[in-house]
């Protein structure tokens, strides 16, 4: 079960909405001559040019089926002697809260990248993993991104596709540009609850290796 560190947006859309479109700008980008066409087989992206490939990449997510766990900061606030999570100020609960005491006690904040998964609120299941040009985006596609207002504010409104246009740009980790219509990864995720075996847990069991897990 993979980490994965969504920005604000993609955090606060995911923890409000059963499903989701994660799109990432390849990174790095295949080269100039990588090739016009590109496919998959069995699990890594290959781009061809005169029959021939000239380049592969596997997706950072993982493949259809695989769980992955997010990664948000949490902040701690040792006067009323609690953690809650930062994007939205809401508690950790009693198990993660003894957790947190165990491992690090009052007093500290735990970045993204220093959060376990057992503290963690949002598990998502990898439903469909596609490799293609940004700009191939649909108006359906863009509405279950982070980036697409629910209410739109301009008369006449804007499609979903040109809040995604605009927003790309900011968000997008890798610097590639929209107009540029790089290759991008087009990850579906579907929340799902927790697994079995990481509910209920006694504090006992934890260790320190277990709360810092990659």
Known sequence: MPPFTPDNGELLH?????????VRAVDP?????????????????FWWN????????????GEPGIVLW????IRCNAEHNNFYYAIDSRGVGEWNYHRLRAHGGIGRDYTA?????????????????????VATITQDEAELTS??????ELDPPWLPTHYFACQWNDA?????????????WFVHVEKIRPP????????GVMTKDDLDSR
């Open 14 to 22: 995911l923890l409000g909405n059963d499903q989701a479109l994660i």
């Open 29 to 45: 980008q295949p080269t100039a001559d990588g090739g016009p066409e590109m496919s998959k087989y069995p699990t890594e992206w």
């Open 50 to 61: 005169a029959g021939e490939p000239t380049a592969s990449i596997v997706c950072p997510f």
């Open 70 to 73: 997010g990664r948000e900061a």
């Open 113 to 133: 990248e220093e959060m376990g998964r057992e503290v963690t609120r949002l598990w998502l299941r990898v439903a469909s993993v596609d490799c293609r040009r």
């Open 147 to 152: 980036w697409v207002p629910k209410v739109p």
């Open 172 to 184: 997008n980790r890798s610097g590639e540009k929209f107009a540029d219509d790089p290759w991008a």
């Open 196 to 203: 079995v075996a990481l509910v209920g847990q006694p504090v």
